[in-house]
């Protein structure tokens, strides 16, 4: 499967380990992850070496080639918002976003009520939470 893995890039990435392991354990399933460049250290320094326009662009093309949308949301940000609903309200595509425990007071209420049919939002502790809710989804 193609997925595109949304994580914040200019917010709180505070969560970086926990979304490595994500695009790891998506890998070791044989999954291609299309945005696997947003858990490297430089991946805001990298971005922004591509203009707005071709960030935009080349997202909007993953969107439309991906067999789902996975993200980590905790350090949340606009655009893992918009993908996120561009995702739910333009195709019939999954949508698996994940959050630590503790972020849930900083997210906004659009992701952590979401009640979509499509939309899976799973608030965790540990990695093996996350790892289940894969593993149900998507083996």
Not at 111 to 118: E, F, V
Not at 126 to 139: G, H, K, P, Q, W
Request: glycine fraction near 8%; hydrophobic fraction near 45%; aromatic fraction near 8%.
């Amino acid at each position: 499967m193609k997925i595109y893995f949304g994580f914040t890039v200019a917010g709180d990435r505070s969560t970086v380990d926990t979304a490595r392991q994500i695009v790891q354990w998506l890998e070791n399933a044989g999954h291609d992850v299309l945005t696997r460049h947003l858990v490297r250290d430089d991946a805001r320094t990298a971005d922004r070496q591509l203009t707005p326009r071709a960030v935009y662009e080349r997202d909007m093309r993953w969107l439309a080639e991906c067999d789902v949308f996975i993200g980590e949301v905790s350090g949340s940000s606009f655009g893992m918002g918009f993908e996120a609903g561009l995702v739910l309200g333009g195709s019939q595509k999954r949508v698996l976003l994940f959050h630590r425990v503790d972020a849930a007071e900083r997210i906004s209420l659009l992701i952590t009520g979401n009640t979509h049919p499509r939309c899976t939002v799973t608030a965790y502790l540990s990695f093996d939470e996350i790892a289940r809710v894969l593993a149900s989804a998507l083996l």
